[in-house]
């Protein structure tokens, strides 16, 4: 809906991106009646639908967006629940990118680590406001409400969502929201990234 927003609004102020978007958002449909029967995709086929999404926001956002992935093979491989990060990655954006004129870099990365993966959403923008907790009454949002009932349904206690402030190298806060997500890492579904 925010896509065909954003291509409603363009066709007044630049039909060629609004055109863009809505040939992206074409695509991104199509994928998602592909893919609604598959309760876990690879790694791999989530992020090449993360990369059509994010194409969409891309055009929207111009040079106001830069979008970096870092994903181990090993994690590209892995199962993960169908559309995981698509509400993590747009709550960056709206809540993180949008909100602020200077912020711009969305970050997403997977990994493997000690028999979990690890899926990580990492914006520059505002941050959470002080005091906030995912549990309610803050934490109450469709997305982040859906993303933990569906790892609670698919992996109980052994999966975990967290809302972080992101840390620099020498462990100071910086701006901006990361989302984590751990899950049992395992292998297997359909075939791999095209």
């Known amino acids: 809906f925010n896509a065909l927003h954003s291509a409603a609004m363009l066709t007044m102020m630049d039909p060629e991106a609004a055109h863009r978007v809505l040939v992206q958002l074409s695509a991104l449909l199509r994928t998602t009646l592909d893919r609604s029967a598959a309760p876990e995709v690879p790694l791999s086929e989530e992020i090449d639908f993360m990369d059509r999404y994010l194409a969409i926001e891309q055009i929207r956002f111009q040079d ?17 629940p169908n559309l995981i990060l698509q509400p993590l990655v747009e709550n960056a954006v709206r809540h993180g990118i949008a909100r602020r004129t200077d912020a711009r870099c969305l970050t997403i990365r997977a990994a493997r680590e000690n028999g979990s993966l690890v899926l990580e959403v990492e914006d520059d923008g505002p941050g959470l406001p002080p005091g906030w907790t995912l549990t309610p009454p803050d934490g109450t949002g469709v997305g982040l409400t859906n993303v933990r009932s569906r790892l609670e ?42």
């Open 64 to 80: 106001r967006l830069r979008v970096d992935i870092h994903a181990d093979d090993d994690a590209l491989s892995a199962v993960v």
């Open 153 to 194: 349904r698919t992996y109980g206690e052994q999966a975990r969502l967290e809302l972080l402030t992101p840390a620099d190298e020498a462990g100071r806060p910086r701006t901006g929201v990361l989302a984590r997500v751990t899950i049992p890492y395992r292998t297997g579904g359909r075939s791999g990234r095209r």
